[in-house]
């Protein structure tokens, strides 16, 4: 069922029809716990091209709710990174509350060093799209 789910996503279709797909998803998850890794494994591969900032948003929350608690947290830090460093401002907010998550749950002493230090890397980036923002805003 999650290969049809996935499929569909990387199909064609408007944003409610994606909703609905990645919201079976969510009800998955929470209802066959068995089906929890493979479904997030799907859903980091569709973030990675989705054009819904809302359903990126959503879909950052559980991997950062989810993600910390399961076998292997590692292997969902990388598709949280890319939509820090290739998104909207709102995805890069939700993915950065997303690595903070990790940071803060993950039972793994080396992954939340890890994450300690991809935060630090992304303070500078931060601070320099502020200060262009607030240039732009000032001198038009």
Do not use: W
């Amino acid at each position: 069922m999650l290969g049809f789910l996935s499929g569909v996503l990387r199909d064609e279709g408007g944003y409610e029809f994606k909703r609905a797909v990645v919201e079976a998803m969510f009800d998955m998850i929470k209802f066959i716990p068995e089906s929890k890794e493979q479904a997030l494994s799907h859903l980091c591969e569709f973030i990675e091209d989705c054009e819904f900032t809302k359903l990126s948003v959503r879909i950052l929350h559980l991997l950062g709710v989810e993600g910390p608690k399961s076998p292997q947290p590692a292997k969902y830090i990388r598709f949280i990174y890319n939509r820090v460093v290739l998104e909207n401002a709102t995805v890069r907010a939700a993915a950065v509350t997303s690595l903070a998550k990790f940071g803060v749950n993950s039972a793994e002493p080396a992954l939340k060093k890890s994450i300690t230090v991809l935060l630090n890397r992304l303070i500078p980036f931060f601070f320099y799209h502020l200060f262009v923002l607030t240039l732009s805003q000032v001198f038009g």
